[in-house]
Nanobody, 128 residues
Framework: EVQLVESGGGLVQAGGSLRLSCAASVFTFDDYAMGWFRQAPGKEREGVSCISNADGTTQYADSVKGRFTISTDNAKKTVYLQMNSLKPEDTAVYYC?????????????????????WGQGTQVTVSS
């Protein structure tokens, strides 16, 4: 079974930066697409950014384009989310998810459930 462990969340002022990390325990990292999702209080979980480890294809939500960057370190089986120019509306619990590239099509929660794997989440709070 795949296990995902996120780290790197915290409190930051608006305009600041954070880098989230997600370490995956998978046999073959290249067989998976990885994604970052977030859920703010009272809102549905939404896709932030996703990447295919098979070919490097990336997707970003419009709200984070130009500010967030997703990347991977295949040797460490880790996916990162570099978040710059953070805004108060970026405040949420951020989740890492993984799903077989065979099943992946888009950066939506539905593509990572029910056959995907999810981390426990890490809180990101951006103060104004």
């Amino acid at each position: 079974e795949v296990q995902l462990v996120e780290s790197g969340g915290g409190l930051v002022q608006a305009g600041g930066s954070l880098r989230l990390s997600c370490a995956a325990s998978v046999f073959t990292f290249d067989d998976y697409a990885m994604g970052w999702f977030r859920q703010a209080p009272g809102k549905e979980r939404e896709g932030v950014s996703c990447i295919s480890n098979a070919d490097g294809t990336t997707q970003y939500a419009d709200s984070v384009k130009g500010r967030f960057t997703i990347s991977t370190d295949n040797a460490k089986k880790t996916v990162y989310l570099q978040m710059n120019s953070l805004k108060p509306e970026d405040t949420a619990v951020y989740y890492c998810a993984a799903v077989s590239v065979i099943l992946w099509d888009s950066c939506r929660v539905s593509d990572f459930t029910p056959m995907g794997y999810w981390g426990q989440g890490t809180q990101v709070t951006v103060s104004s």
